[in-house]
Nanobody
Framework: QVQLVESGGGLVQAGGSLRLSCAAS????????MGWFRQAPGKQRELVAT???????NYADSVKGRFTISRDNAKNTVYLQMNSLKPEDTAVYYC??????????????WGQGTQVTVSS
């Protein structure tokens, strides 16, 4: 069972920066892709960025050039560096990971979320 714990959210002014972290703990055969999603009030959860174990990244068009996802495989931790933040980036940010359990079954798990608020 893999658990994800996010940290680093908070309140920032437009144009500012924040860095989110997500640490995975527990026992699994593998942790494969990790990523960040977000959900604003009244909206559906949407992809922000993902990263594979090999470092291949994927970003939503709305954050390209402003956000950078990275991971430390030795620490099972994924990061999201958010620069040039805009009020529309305000949302609860959720960490996500998938992989294979000890029993080789596929799992996908979510963190509890961390609030990011960008004031104008």
């Amino acid at each position: 069972q893999v658990q994800l714990v996010e940290s680093g959210g908070g309140l920032v002014q437009a144009g500012g920066s924040l860095r989110l972290s997500c640490a995975a703990s527990g026992v699994a055969f593998s942790i494969n892709a990790m990523g960040w999603f977000r959900q604003a009030p009244g909206k559906q959860r949407e992809l922000v960025a993902t990263i594979s174990t090999g470092g291949t990244t994927n970003y939503a068009d709305s954050v390209k050039g402003r956000f950078t996802i990275s991971r430390d495989n030795a620490k099972n931790t994924v990061y999201l560096q958010m620069n040039s933040l805009k009020p529309e980036d305000t949302a609860v940010y959720y960490c996500n990971a998938d992989g294979l359990s000890i029993g080789r079954s596929y799992y996908r798990t979510w963190g509890q979320g961390t609030q990011v608020t960008v004031s104008s």
